[in-house]
Each structure stands twice: as C-alpha cells, then as structure tokens.
Nanobody, 127 residues
C-alpha cells in the first residue's frame, strides 16, 4: 500500500505562487492515477486537478484552469501541483490522493474514486 505525504503549503500573497509536492512511499506511484483536492473550513472537499498514471492526461477544475498545473515524476515517486496567480478563494487544506489504475489515461475528478489519501498541507493567501 502506498503512503502519501504532502508538502509545500504555506502563506503567500495574492497573485503569488506555491508548488505543492506529494511524495509516495511503500510502493511505486507509476501504477496510480493521482488527484489533488482541497477543503476550506465549513466547505465540502472539492476537486482541483488530476493526472493519469502516465502523466499524459490531466484534468482541472474550472476555478483553477490556467493557473494551476499538475505534473508527476514517477522516477521520484512524486506528484506536484504548481499554483500560480493565487486568489483569496484558493486558501484551503490541500490533499493528494491516489487510486490504482490499469489504464494509462485514466484520471478522475471524483473523490470517491480515490482510496489513498495524504494528511494534507495548508495553503493560506493574504490579500
């Protein structure tokens, strides 16, 4: 079973950038489709971005499209979320998630499809 650990969160000014990392241990990430989700206080967890096991397919929430980029380096067992042009609506606890996938092109925006989750990392945006 793979374990996930997120890092890279912190405080940034509006308009700034952060790069989140999700490092895996216990098993290679190359067999897993990956997703990033976020949850703000009092709100439901929402989809941010997803990437297929090969990295060839990516999906984004409309709210982050054009600003966030998901990528992966299977040789480093790590998935990244580059966040640019951060807005006041972006602060939340960000989680990465994994699901074992036979398909090289599969990725999902549904949190129900993922069965492995990290503890998350907090992102705060100051105006």
């Amino acid at each position: 079973q793979v374990q996930l650990v997120e890092s890279g969160g912190g405080l940034v000014q509006a308009g700034g950038s952060l790069r989140l990392s999700c490092a895996a241990s216990g098993r290679t990430l190359s067999s897993y489709a990956m997703g990033w989700f976020r949850q703000a206080p009092g709100k439901e967890r929402e989809f941010v971005a997803a990437i297929s096991r090969s990295g060839g397919s990516t999906y984004y929430a409309d709210s982050v499209k054009g600003r966030f980029t998901i990528s992966r380096d299977n040789s480093k067992n790590t998935v990244y979320l580059q966040m640019n042009s951060l807005k006041p609506g972006d602060p939340a606890h960000y989680y990465c998630a994994a699901t074992l996938s036979r398909s090289y092109s599969y990725a999902s925006s549904s949190s129900y499809e993922y069965n492995i989750w990290g503890q998350g990392t907090q992102v705060t945006v100051s105006s």
